[in-house]
């Protein structure tokens, strides 16, 4: 892996200028590629905004294809039992609730005691519902254990102005404008047919894709599938006639963003790539994370609720019906909606997301505020 080594890097004399921070973010991986996917977008756009970022990680490996060429300003930290706690840094960072090391904690703690303890936040996982809102920058005073006396600061990413909003980089909107769909397809051996629809799929593997696939047919259709699951289930499903399927590798992520920038309909899956679907600005659906306690049906409609909230009433029961029967929480519609006006709906979602502050810009604030 060509990332640079864990230099000392050493938290900055106080008080400094946002962009001189060195921040310390914690990911633990849980199981697929979200909390990995997320912690790295987060780091490297810090590092493009000049900061200095120490990002440990429990199981770095999917960085090899999610990040092969690293990003400046982003030391990956192979977090393991033995891995030693230099001295925190300004901003510590602990994604999804992943509990950095005791003895890290206990050095936050003594920094309050010389005045400045780093500002610690807890980055939530993204969530339409309510309570995220109600729940957004609470401080949750740690009464006891290495951290006794620090304060870790809820921050929830969301889809309003009362939350922290939505991991964006800077450059998204110029590289969108920029972006030739064909030449990139071209230079990944993706040759659709005039007329085709290209679909992209990445999503678990209990996906009802045979009926979905089923939907799809009414129009000849290539869909391109992500490794593991999406590419597993789509060997072991029958093809209906005019619909036919290419496996992809697993692609960098600037580059998985390029793939749902240059297709008709994305098929995403868990935290990340659902996010990143969002700003292409194409129709999805959300193969959402399933829990056992069937938590996510809730979650799935709020995230509907919003989402379809501006459109024509036909055209939000479409979108609301592919989203649940694509999750096995309702009954396949007869089609899928309307190619055209479900391409204006998720355009129009695109455009409100943008006119709101976007998470990092959002979670510099905070810091600057709470040091
Ligand atoms: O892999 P996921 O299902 O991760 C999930 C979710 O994050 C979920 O919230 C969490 O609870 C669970 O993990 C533990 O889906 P997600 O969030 O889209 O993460 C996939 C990442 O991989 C994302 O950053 C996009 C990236 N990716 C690529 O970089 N290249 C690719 O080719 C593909 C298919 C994905």
Redesign the pocket.
């Given at each position: 892996m060509s990332h640079a080594p864990s230099q000392a890097l050493s938290a900055a004399p106080s008080p400094v200028p946002a962009d001189a921070w060195l921040w310390d973010v914690f990911c633990r991986?849980?199981?697929?590629?979200?909390?990995?996917?997320?912690c790295?977008?987060l780091a490297a756009e810090l590092g493009r905004r000049g900061h200095r970022v120490r990002l440990w990680i429990d199981e770095p490996g999917?960085l090899a294809?999610?990040?092969p060429q690293g990003a400046p300003g982003v030391a990956v930290v192979p977090w393991t039992p033995a891995t030693p706690s230099p001295p925190p840094g300004d901003v510590v960072v602990e994604a999804?609730g992943c509990d950095p090391p005791g003895d890290f904690v206990a050095a936050m703690a003594a920094r309050a005691a010389a005045g400045r303890p780093p500002v610690w936040v807890n980055l939530e996982?993204?969530s339409a519902e309510g309570y995220v809102e109600r729940s957004h920058a609470l401080p949750s005073p740690q009464a006891s254990g290495p951290g006794a006396g620090l304060v870790k600061w809820f921050f929830y990413p969301g889809f309003t102005a009362r939350t922290g909003g939505l991991l964006r980089e800077a450059a998204l909107v110029a590289d969108q404008a920029r972006f030739d769909a064909p030449a990139w397809r071209a230079t990944h051996g993706i040759a659709p047919a005039p007329g085709e629809r290209v679909v992209s799929l990445?999503c678990?593997g209990h996906a009802p894709l045979a009926p979905c696939l089923a939907r799809l047919a009414g129009r000849p259709t290539l869909v391109l599938t992500?490794?593991?699951p999406?590419t597993a289930l789509a060997a072991a499903t029958h093809w209906p006639a005019g619909v036919r399927h290419q496996a992809?590798?697993?692609?960098?992520?600037p580059?998985?963003d390029h793939?749902l920038w240059s297709c008709d309909l994305n098929l995403?899956?868990?935290?990340?790539?659902?996010v990143?679907a969002q700003w292409a600005g194409r129709p999805f659906l959300w193969h959402i994370?399933a829990q056992d306690d069937g938590a996510h049906a809730t979650k799935l409609q709020a995230f509907v609720d919003r989402h379809v909230a501006g459109a024509a009433p036909g055209v939000a029961a479409g979108v609301r019906a592919a989203f649940l029967a694509w999750n096995g929480l309702g009954p396949w519609p007869a089609a899928l909606p309307d190619a055209a006006a479900w391409s204006d709906l998720a355009g129009r979602w695109r455009e409100q997301l943008l006119a709101q502050g976007e998470l990092l810009s959002q979670l510099i604030a905070f810091v600057d505020q709470k040091r």
């Open positions: 991986v849980i199981d697929n590629h979200g909390d990995l996917g997320v790295w977008r999917a294809w999610m990040a999804f996982y993204l990445f678990y992500a490794p593991g999406a992809l590798p697993w692609l960098s992520q580059e998985y793939l995403v899956r868990g935290e990340d790539s659902f990143r994370y």
